[in-house]
């Protein structure tokens, strides 16, 4: 199946940083992607949709200042969380369609997660 | 109310038992049904999707239900590397995202 790569999997920064995560998908293109956080026992809750070319749509609730995507080309999209505060930690889990795919939604293919420690 | 909504568990189960979960999405809307499966601190991982007239996939069968609104997974002989958090996931009509359950723990024990 498709491969989608997340970097990196773990980062522990000090509150006030800024992190940027990358989402590559790796074997195909990808017009859309979605980034997705998931604090413990809890479900995945998703933050925005990153189309290529164009700005992200957020979710309700989901800060655009504050959570910053760029989707620059077919197979990279960067999720950028400015001024990190502890609340921030949380797993942040990036998805792809495959360009071409058509229907509502379709099957997604998921990175291996970023897990974000706050200090 | 969620859209998705499921058990949370934790089920335990001794290998080689039958297991089954529901879920309940409010979305009449709903086009699209998953079964993900998710390890701890891992990515969800597709288990399968979910047909009308339901589906097979060796030792896991999935069904829908549209007129009550479920979805139901079934694992005859549970294996230990069953063991996991089953996420149930929607797609809806004008969203390319998907929805996801919040997930049932299954614990599969010797």
């Known amino acids: 199946g498709a491969v989608v790569s997340q970097h990196p999997s773990r980062v522990i920064c000090k509150s006030g940083t800024s992190v940027k995560i990358e989402c590559r998908s790796l074997?195909?293109?990808?017009?859309?992607m979605f980034w997705y956080r998931q604090f413990p026992k809890q479900s995945l809750m998703l933050m925005a949709t990153?189309?290529?070319?164009?700005?992200?749509?957020?979710e309700q609730g989901v800060e655009k200042d504050k959570f910053l995507i760029n989707h620059a080309s077919l197979t990279l999209s960067t999720l950028t969380v400015t001024s990190a505060h502890p609340e921030d930690s949380s797993f942040y889990i990036c998805?792809?369609?495959?360009?071409?795919?058509?229907?509502?939604?379709?099957?997604?293919?998921f990175g291996p997660g970023t897990r974000l420690t706050v200090l | 109310r969620k859209e998705v909504e499921q058990d949370p568990g934790p089920f335990n189960v001794p290998e080689g038992a039958t297991v089954a979960f529901n879920c309940t999405y409010s979305?009449?809307?709903?086009?699209?049904f998953f079964w993900y499966r998710q390890d701890c601190r891992k990515e969800p991982k597709l288990l399968m999707s979910?047909?009308?007239s339901g589906n097979e996939d060796g030792r896991f069968t999935a069904q829908l239900n549209r007129a009550s609104q479920y979805i139901s997974l079934l694992i005859r002989d549970s294996k230990l590397s069953d063991s996991a958090t089953y996420l149930c996931?929607?797609?809806?009509?004008?969203?390319?995202?998907?929805?996801f359950g919040s997930g049932t723990r299954l614990q599969v024990q010797p």
């Open positions: 074997d195909f293109q990808a017009t859309t």
């Open positions: 979910v047909y009308s």
């Open positions: 979305n009449s809307a709903s086009q699209s």
């Open positions: 990153s189309n290529e070319g164009s700005k992200a749509t957020y």
């Open positions: 998805s792809a369609r495959e360009t071409g795919l058509a229907g509502v939604s379709d099957t997604q293919y």
């Open positions: 996931v929607v797609g809806y009509t004008g969203r390319r995202a998907l929805t």
